[in-house]
Protein backbone atom coordinates (compact mmCIF):
# COMPACT_ATOMS: atom_id res chain seq x y z
CA UNK A 1 0.00 0.00 0.00
CA UNK A 2 2.93 2.16 0.72
CA UNK A 3 4.35 1.54 -2.36
CA UNK A 4 1.19 2.51 -4.61
CA UNK A 5 0.68 5.91 -2.79
CA UNK A 6 3.79 7.09 -3.35
CA UNK A 7 3.67 6.35 -7.02
CA UNK A 8 0.04 8.46 -7.09
CA UNK A 9 1.96 11.00 -5.12
CA UNK A 10 4.38 11.05 -7.75
CA UNK A 11 2.44 10.77 -10.96
CA UNK A 12 0.07 13.76 -9.64
CA UNK A 13 3.50 15.80 -8.85
CA UNK A 14 4.38 15.18 -12.78
CA UNK A 15 1.31 15.76 -13.67
CA UNK A 16 0.86 19.15 -12.29
CA UNK A 17 4.42 19.91 -13.63
CA UNK A 18 3.44 19.90 -17.23
CA UNK A 19 0.29 21.61 -17.45
CA UNK A 20 2.06 24.34 -16.19
CA UNK A 21 4.83 23.77 -18.64
CA UNK A 22 2.36 23.86 -21.36
CA UNK A 23 0.71 26.57 -20.13
CA UNK A 24 4.07 28.82 -20.64
CA UNK A 25 4.56 27.34 -23.68
CA UNK A 26 1.01 28.46 -24.96
CA UNK A 27 1.52 31.63 -23.46
CA UNK A 28 4.88 32.40 -24.78
CA UNK A 29 3.77 31.60 -28.27
CA UNK A 30 0.56 33.90 -28.27
CA UNK A 31 3.24 36.57 -27.01
CA UNK A 32 5.41 35.89 -30.36
CA UNK A 33 2.31 35.89 -32.58
CA UNK A 34 0.99 39.18 -31.13
CA UNK A 35 4.44 40.49 -31.68
CA UNK A 36 4.83 39.60 -35.53
CA UNK A 37 1.30 40.99 -35.73
CA UNK A 38 2.28 44.10 -34.27
CA UNK A 39 5.68 44.25 -35.86
CA UNK A 40 3.87 43.83 -39.66
CA UNK A 41 1.48 46.28 -38.95
CA UNK A 42 3.59 48.86 -37.37
CA UNK A 43 3.49 51.81 -39.97
CA UNK A 44 -0.98 51.59 -40.26
CA UNK A 45 -0.54 51.41 -35.61
CA UNK A 46 1.67 53.98 -35.25
CA UNK A 47 2.26 56.44 -37.99
CA UNK A 48 -1.08 59.70 -38.31
CA UNK A 49 -2.53 60.04 -41.56
CA UNK A 50 -4.55 62.74 -42.50
CA UNK A 51 -8.51 62.78 -43.65
CA UNK A 52 -8.82 58.75 -42.20
CA UNK A 53 -10.95 60.38 -39.58
CA UNK A 54 -14.78 59.20 -40.82
CA UNK A 55 -15.97 62.33 -38.93
CA UNK A 56 -14.35 66.29 -40.63
CA UNK A 57 -14.23 68.61 -38.04
CA UNK A 58 -14.63 72.25 -39.60
CA UNK A 59 -14.19 75.37 -38.22
CA UNK A 60 -15.86 77.32 -41.35
CA UNK A 61 -19.62 78.26 -40.50
CA UNK A 62 -22.09 75.09 -41.27
CA UNK A 63 -23.73 75.33 -45.05
CA UNK A 64 -27.28 76.15 -45.01
CA UNK A 65 -29.30 73.72 -45.96
CA UNK A 66 -31.10 73.29 -49.36
CA UNK A 67 -34.45 74.68 -49.05
CA UNK A 68 -37.35 73.94 -51.99
CA UNK A 69 -37.54 77.12 -54.15
CA UNK A 70 -34.30 78.77 -53.36
CA UNK A 71 -33.12 81.17 -56.37
CA UNK A 72 -29.58 79.46 -55.88
CA UNK A 73 -28.41 78.02 -59.21
CA UNK A 74 -25.32 75.58 -59.94
CA UNK A 75 -23.11 78.79 -60.27
CA UNK A 76 -23.86 80.57 -57.14
CA UNK A 77 -22.59 77.06 -55.28
CA UNK A 78 -18.58 77.03 -54.49
CA UNK A 79 -17.68 73.43 -55.50
CA UNK A 80 -17.26 74.86 -59.07
CA UNK A 81 -14.14 76.70 -57.96
CA UNK A 82 -12.71 73.23 -56.84
CA UNK A 83 -11.47 72.26 -60.30
CA UNK A 84 -10.15 75.26 -62.00
CA UNK A 85 -7.77 73.21 -63.89
CA UNK A 86 -10.58 71.36 -65.39
CA UNK A 87 -12.12 75.10 -66.08
CA UNK A 88 -8.96 75.71 -67.81
CA UNK A 89 -8.34 72.64 -69.46
CA UNK A 90 -12.18 72.86 -71.33
CA UNK A 91 -11.41 76.95 -72.41
CA UNK A 92 -8.38 75.63 -74.18
CA UNK A 93 -9.52 73.06 -76.19
CA UNK A 94 -12.69 75.34 -77.22
CA UNK A 95 -10.09 78.02 -78.35
CA UNK A 96 -7.73 74.92 -80.47
CA UNK A 97 -11.54 73.78 -82.01
CA UNK A 98 -12.29 76.95 -82.96
CA UNK A 99 -8.78 77.92 -84.71
CA UNK A 100 -9.57 74.59 -86.66
CA UNK A 101 -13.21 75.65 -87.67
CA UNK A 102 -11.37 79.28 -88.64
CA UNK A 103 -8.56 77.35 -91.09
CA UNK A 104 -10.98 74.41 -92.62
CA UNK A 105 -12.97 78.08 -94.07
CA UNK A 106 -11.51 79.57 -96.39
CA UNK A 107 -13.95 82.48 -97.19
CA UNK A 108 -12.65 83.43 -93.25
CA UNK A 109 -9.92 86.09 -93.41
CA UNK A 110 -10.11 87.79 -96.80
CA UNK A 111 -7.14 85.55 -97.60
CA UNK A 112 -8.19 83.31 -100.20
CA UNK A 113 -10.76 83.92 -103.59
CA UNK A 114 -13.06 81.23 -104.74
CA UNK A 115 -12.55 80.73 -109.00
CA UNK A 116 -15.19 79.12 -110.93
CA UNK A 117 -14.52 77.32 -113.83
CA UNK A 118 -16.62 76.32 -116.91
CA UNK A 119 -17.45 73.09 -116.13
CA UNK A 120 -18.64 74.24 -112.56
CA UNK A 121 -15.56 72.96 -110.57
CA UNK A 122 -14.41 75.18 -108.01
CA UNK A 123 -11.08 75.90 -106.26
CA UNK A 124 -9.90 78.36 -103.85
CA UNK A 125 -6.75 80.67 -104.43
CA UNK A 126 -4.47 82.59 -102.23
CA UNK A 127 -4.73 85.95 -102.73
CA UNK A 128 -1.11 87.68 -102.36
CA UNK A 129 -0.88 90.96 -100.33
CA UNK A 130 1.93 91.84 -102.33
CA UNK A 131 0.24 92.47 -105.78
CA UNK A 132 -1.69 95.59 -106.67
CA UNK A 133 -5.52 95.12 -104.69
CA UNK A 134 -8.66 95.26 -106.11
CA UNK A 135 -9.69 98.99 -104.01
CA UNK A 136 -13.27 99.77 -105.42
CA UNK A 137 -16.05 100.36 -102.53
CA UNK A 138 -18.95 97.20 -103.24
CA UNK A 139 -21.27 100.70 -102.27
CA UNK A 140 -20.17 102.77 -104.88
CA UNK A 141 -21.57 100.20 -107.75
CA UNK A 142 -25.18 101.70 -108.88
CA UNK A 143 -27.07 99.72 -111.90
CA UNK A 144 -29.66 101.47 -113.36
CA UNK A 145 -31.73 100.09 -116.52
CA UNK A 146 -28.95 97.38 -117.16
CA UNK A 147 -26.48 100.08 -117.09
CA UNK A 148 -23.54 99.94 -115.01
CA UNK A 149 -21.65 102.83 -113.12
CA UNK A 150 -19.49 103.24 -110.39
CA UNK A 151 -19.39 106.60 -108.27
CA UNK A 152 -17.20 108.10 -105.21
CA UNK A 153 -18.46 110.33 -102.67
CA UNK A 154 -21.64 110.62 -105.00
CA UNK A 155 -19.72 111.53 -108.35
CA UNK A 156 -19.56 109.24 -110.60
CA UNK A 157 -16.01 107.98 -112.01
CA UNK A 158 -16.73 105.30 -114.48
CA UNK A 159 -17.52 105.38 -118.17
CA UNK A 160 -19.47 103.27 -119.99
CA UNK A 161 -18.29 101.18 -122.79
CA UNK A 162 -19.64 98.34 -125.47
CA UNK A 163 -17.20 95.56 -127.62
CA UNK A 164 -18.08 95.39 -131.58
CA UNK A 165 -17.04 92.76 -134.19
CA UNK A 166 -18.85 91.49 -137.15
CA UNK A 167 -21.22 89.97 -135.13
CA UNK A 168 -22.92 93.12 -134.47
CA UNK A 169 -23.31 93.46 -138.08
CA UNK A 170 -24.41 97.20 -139.12
CA UNK A 171 -24.03 99.61 -136.23
CA UNK A 172 -25.20 103.06 -136.18
CA UNK A 173 -23.11 105.34 -133.94
CA UNK A 174 -24.36 108.25 -133.51
CA UNK A 175 -27.88 106.60 -131.73
CA UNK A 176 -24.92 104.44 -129.91
CA UNK A 177 -23.49 107.75 -128.58
CA UNK A 178 -26.32 109.67 -128.00
CA UNK A 179 -27.53 105.99 -125.63
CA UNK A 180 -24.45 107.18 -123.25
CA UNK A 181 -21.72 105.36 -124.81
CA UNK A 182 -18.40 106.98 -123.67
CA UNK A 183 -16.21 104.62 -126.01
CA UNK A 184 -15.88 101.11 -127.97
CA UNK A 185 -13.54 98.42 -128.21
CA UNK A 186 -13.47 97.21 -131.68
CA UNK A 187 -12.22 93.84 -132.61
CA UNK A 188 -9.66 93.78 -135.45
CA UNK A 189 -8.70 90.50 -135.60
CA UNK A 190 -7.71 86.72 -134.44
CA UNK A 191 -5.31 83.73 -135.31
CA UNK A 192 -7.19 80.96 -135.85
CA UNK A 193 -7.65 78.71 -133.41
CA UNK A 194 -7.07 75.36 -135.66
CA UNK A 195 -5.30 76.75 -138.75
CA UNK A 196 -3.18 79.16 -137.19
CA UNK A 197 -3.69 82.19 -139.73
CA UNK A 198 -3.71 85.70 -139.01
CA UNK A 199 -6.92 87.52 -140.29
CA UNK A 200 -8.66 90.57 -140.06
CA UNK A 201 -12.49 91.18 -138.45
CA UNK A 202 -14.66 91.96 -141.54
CA UNK A 203 -16.57 94.93 -140.24
CA UNK A 204 -13.11 96.56 -138.44
CA UNK A 205 -12.50 98.73 -140.94
CA UNK A 206 -16.03 100.21 -141.20
CA UNK A 207 -16.58 100.35 -137.30
CA UNK A 208 -13.46 102.22 -136.24
CA UNK A 209 -13.92 104.75 -139.16
CA UNK A 210 -17.67 105.41 -138.60
CA UNK A 211 -17.28 105.19 -134.32
CA UNK A 212 -14.04 107.93 -134.71
CA UNK A 213 -16.63 109.73 -136.86
CA UNK A 214 -19.12 110.00 -134.06
CA UNK A 215 -17.19 111.12 -131.42
CA UNK A 216 -16.23 107.83 -129.23
CA UNK A 217 -13.31 107.10 -128.20
CA UNK A 218 -11.97 103.97 -129.29
CA UNK A 219 -10.30 100.53 -128.21
CA UNK A 220 -9.24 97.57 -129.75
CA UNK A 221 -9.56 93.98 -128.94
CA UNK A 222 -7.04 90.90 -130.76
CA UNK A 223 -7.93 87.25 -129.99
CA UNK A 224 -4.79 85.22 -129.49
CA UNK A 225 -3.84 81.68 -130.27
CA UNK A 226 -0.45 81.78 -130.29
CA UNK A 227 1.66 79.32 -129.48
CA UNK A 228 5.06 80.68 -129.17
CA UNK A 229 6.72 84.01 -127.90
CA UNK A 230 7.41 84.90 -131.89
CA UNK A 231 4.21 84.20 -132.82
CA UNK A 232 3.26 86.46 -130.34
CA UNK A 233 5.37 88.84 -131.57
CA UNK A 234 3.86 88.71 -135.00
CA UNK A 235 0.30 89.08 -133.81
CA UNK A 236 1.71 92.45 -131.92
CA UNK A 237 3.28 93.58 -135.27
CA UNK A 238 0.11 92.19 -137.24
CA UNK A 239 -2.24 94.54 -134.80
CA UNK A 240 0.12 97.52 -135.21
CA UNK A 241 0.39 97.48 -138.85
CA UNK A 242 -3.57 98.37 -138.93
CA UNK A 243 -3.40 101.10 -136.17
CA UNK A 244 -1.31 103.54 -138.13
CA UNK A 245 -3.40 105.83 -139.28
CA UNK A 246 -6.04 105.88 -136.71
CA UNK A 247 -6.34 107.62 -133.29
CA UNK A 248 -6.71 105.22 -130.44
CA UNK A 249 -7.47 106.52 -127.37
CA UNK A 250 -8.27 103.30 -125.35
CA UNK A 251 -6.11 100.48 -125.07
CA UNK A 252 -5.02 97.63 -127.59
CA UNK A 253 -6.50 94.86 -126.03
CA UNK A 254 -5.24 91.17 -125.96
CA UNK A 255 -7.44 87.97 -125.27
CA UNK A 256 -6.44 84.49 -125.34
CA UNK A 257 -9.47 81.88 -124.92
CA UNK A 258 -10.52 78.50 -124.77
CA UNK A 259 -12.29 76.97 -127.26
CA UNK A 260 -15.44 75.64 -126.39
CA UNK A 261 -15.93 71.92 -128.00
CA UNK A 262 -13.08 71.55 -130.36
CA UNK A 263 -9.69 71.53 -129.78
CA UNK A 264 -7.36 74.89 -129.82
CA UNK A 265 -3.80 75.45 -130.81
CA UNK A 266 -3.05 76.46 -126.78
CA UNK A 267 -4.59 73.92 -125.20
CA UNK A 268 -1.20 71.73 -124.84
CA UNK A 269 0.38 75.36 -123.49
CA UNK A 270 1.46 75.50 -119.65
CA UNK A 271 0.72 78.59 -117.58
CA UNK A 272 4.31 79.81 -117.74
CA UNK A 273 3.91 79.41 -121.81
CA UNK A 274 0.88 81.67 -121.39
CA UNK A 275 2.46 84.12 -119.10
CA UNK A 276 5.54 84.68 -121.41
CA UNK A 277 3.15 84.83 -125.14
CA UNK A 278 1.32 87.57 -123.46
CA UNK A 279 3.73 89.50 -121.60
CA UNK A 280 5.32 89.28 -125.62
CA UNK A 281 2.17 90.51 -126.88
CA UNK A 282 1.91 93.73 -124.46
CA UNK A 283 5.55 94.99 -124.37
CA UNK A 284 5.49 95.22 -128.25
CA UNK A 285 2.42 97.08 -128.20
CA UNK A 286 3.64 99.15 -125.62
CA UNK A 287 6.77 100.15 -127.12
CA UNK A 288 4.74 101.43 -130.47
CA UNK A 289 3.30 103.45 -128.05
CA UNK A 290 -0.10 102.35 -127.14
CA UNK A 291 -1.89 101.41 -124.34
CA UNK A 292 -1.81 97.64 -123.41
CA UNK A 293 -4.14 95.65 -121.39
CA UNK A 294 -4.94 91.68 -120.74
CA UNK A 295 -8.26 91.32 -120.76
CA UNK A 296 -9.58 87.53 -119.11
CA UNK A 297 -12.24 85.99 -116.78
CA UNK A 298 -11.46 85.20 -113.13
CA UNK A 299 -10.56 81.33 -113.82
CA UNK A 300 -8.36 82.63 -116.48
CA UNK A 301 -6.53 85.43 -114.74
CA UNK A 302 -5.96 82.53 -111.73
CA UNK A 303 -5.39 79.01 -113.11
CA UNK A 304 -4.31 80.20 -117.13
CA UNK A 305 -1.65 82.79 -116.67
CA UNK A 306 0.97 83.71 -113.53
CA UNK A 307 -0.23 87.44 -112.92
CA UNK A 308 2.48 88.10 -110.28
CA UNK A 309 4.11 88.19 -113.72
CA UNK A 310 1.94 90.69 -115.22
CA UNK A 311 1.16 92.96 -112.61
CA UNK A 312 2.51 95.90 -114.60
CA UNK A 313 0.13 95.90 -116.88
CA UNK A 314 -3.60 96.58 -116.92
CA UNK A 315 -6.62 94.06 -116.65
CA UNK A 316 -9.78 94.48 -118.06
CA UNK A 317 -12.04 91.77 -115.83
CA UNK A 318 -14.78 89.63 -117.41
CA UNK A 319 -16.94 88.61 -114.60
CA UNK A 320 -20.93 88.75 -115.44
CA UNK A 321 -22.16 89.17 -111.55
CA UNK A 322 -23.80 91.79 -109.78
CA UNK A 323 -20.03 92.53 -107.80
CA UNK A 324 -16.59 92.17 -109.20
CA UNK A 325 -14.65 89.75 -106.79
CA UNK A 326 -11.40 89.84 -108.80
CA UNK A 327 -9.00 90.51 -105.57
CA UNK A 328 -6.21 92.74 -107.84
CA UNK A 329 -6.45 95.87 -109.10
CA UNK A 330 -8.66 96.33 -112.74
CA UNK A 331 -9.12 99.44 -114.66
CA UNK A 332 -12.13 97.71 -117.21
CA UNK A 333 -14.86 95.19 -115.69
CA UNK A 334 -16.83 93.97 -118.94
CA UNK A 335 -19.98 92.82 -116.69
CA UNK A 336 -22.62 91.77 -118.61
CA UNK A 337 -22.91 89.85 -122.62
CA UNK A 338 -26.55 90.92 -122.80
CA UNK A 339 -26.31 94.19 -123.23
CA UNK A 340 -28.67 96.34 -125.36
CA UNK A 341 -27.83 99.91 -127.01
CA UNK A 342 -30.05 101.87 -129.30
CA UNK A 343 -28.26 101.31 -132.58
CA UNK A 344 -26.73 98.37 -131.98
CA UNK A 345 -29.14 94.99 -133.55
CA UNK A 346 -29.32 92.46 -130.82
CA UNK A 347 -27.20 92.12 -127.62
CA UNK A 348 -23.61 93.37 -126.64
CA UNK A 349 -21.35 93.31 -124.42
CA UNK A 350 -20.62 96.29 -122.39
CA UNK A 351 -18.13 97.24 -119.82
CA UNK A 352 -17.30 100.30 -117.55
CA UNK A 353 -13.67 101.78 -117.18
CA UNK A 354 -12.50 103.38 -113.86
CA UNK A 355 -10.28 105.83 -115.53
CA UNK A 356 -9.76 108.12 -118.50
CA UNK A 357 -7.51 107.08 -121.15
CA UNK A 358 -7.82 109.55 -123.13
CA UNK A 359 -5.30 111.61 -120.53
CA UNK A 360 -3.61 108.52 -118.76
Known amino acids: MRLDEQYED ?58 SGSTLVSDDLDIWDEYPEEKEETEKIEEVVSEVVSEEDPSAGGTKTLVTFADGSEQWYNISKY ?17 MAYYVNGNKESYLGMDVSKYQGYIDYNEVKKDGIDFVIIKLGARGY ?52 YDIGYPVIFEMEHVVNDIARIDELTKEDKTQ ?44 ADLPDYPYRFYMWQYTQKGTVDGVSGQVPLTICFIDYTIK
Open 194 to 245: GTGQLTVDDYFQDNIKRATDAGLEVGISFSSQAITVDEAYEEAEFVLQYLQE
Open 10 to 67: ESAAKGTNFMLTSVLAVTAFLIVVLGAVIFVNREELFSKKPNQNPVAVSSEEPEEPYI
Open 131 to 147: LPQNEYEETGFVMGNGR
Open 277 to 320: ITKAFLDKIEEAGFNAMLSGDKAWLFADINYAALSAYDVRLEQE
